[in-house]
């Protein structure tokens, strides 16, 4: 079992709709969640920092914790064709003390 | 805005050939990670610093990788001798330990080939 699973996707959703992107970890101690986006060619760029169970908004984008379930989502809502990139969810392991990324969702905005 | 500076951007080379890559991390962050990105493994963690001392360097290749922090505004990574298994993205990030598990700032990478 993969420390962090993505569906590498691609997710495919017309503009103006709400994308929702998953992952799941397999360490149940972990207390650091982390969403990243990343453009072809491009680095991979922060958008959201989440550490405790429930959601946190910023602007259009919402993250959702449930540490239960071991499970953190993110979702875009008014999704703009800009917003077309990899999403790559990474969660801290206090296990290994690392920071440990998934492959990675694809996400298409339809125009 | 702060940002980590890598260089080069890009790097065409030989196998056998030496490859120093730099980072200069955002002023502050006392945490750098060099990551490895390619199609077929995602991103890799291959090594990281805190306040200048290696704690991990295990997702490396010990004979041919070294990677060093000679001070707070430098780290580098040296492939020696490289092969084209090593051509990929390579990614430098820092961070500040405020709590167990720190966001990471990534620099631009360097895109690297080896003939």
């Known amino acids: 079992q993969k420390e962090v699973e993505q569906n590498s996707g691609p997710l495919s959703v017309p503009e103006g709709a709400i994308a929702s992107l998953n992952c799941t970890y397999s360490d149940r101690g972990s207390q650091s969640f982390f969403w990243y986006r990343q453009y072809s060619g491009k680095s991979p760029e922060l958008i959201m920092s989440?550490?405790?169970?429930g959601d946190k908004e910023d602007g259009r984008f919402t993250a959702q914790l449930n540490k239960a379930s071991q499970y953190v989502s993110l979702l875009i809502r008014d999704s703009q064709p800009s917003d077309s990139a990899t999403y790559l969810c990474?969660?801290?392991?206090?296990?290994?003390?690392?920071?440990?990324f998934g492959s990675g969702t694809r996400l298409l905005v339809r125009p | 805005d702060a940002r980590v500076t890598q260089t080069p951007r890009h790097k065409v080379t030989e196998m056998g050939q030496e490859v120093t890559m730099r980072c200069q991390p955002i002023?502050?962050?006392?945490?750098v990670f060099w990551y490895r990105q390619t199609m077929m493994q995602g991103l890799e963690l291959l090594a990281y610093?805190?306040?200048?001392?290696?704690?991990?360097d295990s997702g490396m290749p010990k004979d041919r990788f070294s990677a060093e922090m000679p001070d707070a505004t430098l780290a580098t990574l040296k492939i020696q001798p490289s092969e084209p298994r090593d051509s990929a993205v390579y990614f430098c990030?820092?961070?500040?330990?405020?709590?167990?598990?720190?966001?990471?700032?990534f620099g631009d990478g360097t895109r690297l080939s080896i003939l």
């Open positions: 990030a820092s961070g500040s330990r405020t709590r167990g598990g720190q966001p990471q700032h």
């Open positions: 990474a969660v801290w392991m206090d296990s290994s003390y690392k920071l440990i």
């Open positions: 610093f805190r306040n200048r001392a290696p704690l991990d």
């Open positions: 989440i550490y405790s169970n």
């Open positions: 002023l502050g962050h006392n945490t």
